[in-house]
């Protein structure tokens, strides 16, 4: 797969934004050895667009803490979605940013109705350098968001339980697997340290604390040269 690369001088006169490109792209095992663990390397060629630019590199499609807000914004401004979609704050991150939490699904016309519901649990980039996660999301927040028959269905059948974005500190500060402390939240859905690790204990009291059967839990994670779906299940 090609590293992306991002011009500001193609940005600015041609509107050209992230654009695969480079050559000769090796990855191996280099001579540094510290006696624990092998090394590695990953090279490529690159003829840069123009002289005196500057460029950026990056190995999937960037999705921002902006950009998710930017789409979120949309969705609450929208008449008809905020009908069946509702934003909320999940809780502050160590840094004090908001984590979103959707609850998707359509009104209920009885309280029986309402309570043979079940919930579906989705979370994205609690491994903040998986941006390929938060596009996955979007794309299904923008068909359970639609008025397909398909969709209309599944939120009279479900309530989607939504985290777009769990780990936005790591996000924002470019770390590609750890949170704000350096940890890896995957590694820590057992935690009672509600200080250190916010996102991932909210998100457990909540899946944890509501009054629907949750179904499944989805979480879009990539490892190595393909990507997964970790999915789990709970009974309330």
């Known amino acids: ?31 540094m050895d510290d006696g624990q663990q092998p090394f590695y390397c ?8 123009y002289d005196q630019d500057t460029c950026f590199f990056a190995h999937f499609y960037p999705y921002t803490y902006t950009d998710l807000q930017c789409y979120l914004l949309s969705v609450a401004n929208n008449p008809i979605q905020s ?7 999940l809780c502050r991150s160590l840094a004090g940013n ?6 998707i699904t359509n009104p209920s016309q009885t309280p029986q109705e309402a309570a043979a519901k079940k ?7 609690v491994h903040p350098g998986e941006s390929n996660g938060s596009w996955v999301m979007k794309g299904f927040l923008d068909f359970i968001l639609s008025n397909s028959p398909d969709a209309q269905l599944l939120r009279d059948i479900f309530v989607f339980k939504v985290l ?3 780990n936005p500190d ?16 995957n590694r820590h859905y057992k935690t009672i340290l509600k200080e250190s690790f916010p996102c991932i204990w909210y998100t457990r009291n909540m ?3 509501s009054l629907f059967t949750v179904v499944i839990s989805r979480s879009k994670n990539a490892k190595k040269e393909r990507d997964e779906l970790l999915c789990g299940g709970w009974e309330s």
Not at 83 to 89: A, M, N
Not at 119 to 125: D, E, F, I, K, N
């Open 170 to 185: 790591g996000v924002i500060v470019g770390n590609y697997r750890c949170s704000l402390a350096g940890r890896d939240l």
């Open 119 to 125: 919930a579906v649990v989705l979370s994205a980039r």
């Open 83 to 89: 009908q069946f979609c509702k934003l909320q704050t």
């Open 98 to 103: 908001t984590v979103y939490l959707l609850t």
């Open 42 to 49: 990953l090279t490529w060629t690159i003829q840069f667009p």
């Open 1 to 31: 797969m090609k590293p992306l690369l991002y011009s500001q001088m193609d940005a600015n006169t041609r509107n050209i934004g992230w654009r695969r490109e480079g050559n000769e792209i090796k990855y191996y095992k280099n001579n």
């Open 164 to 166: 777009p974005m769990l």
């Open 207 to 209: 899946i944890k604390s």
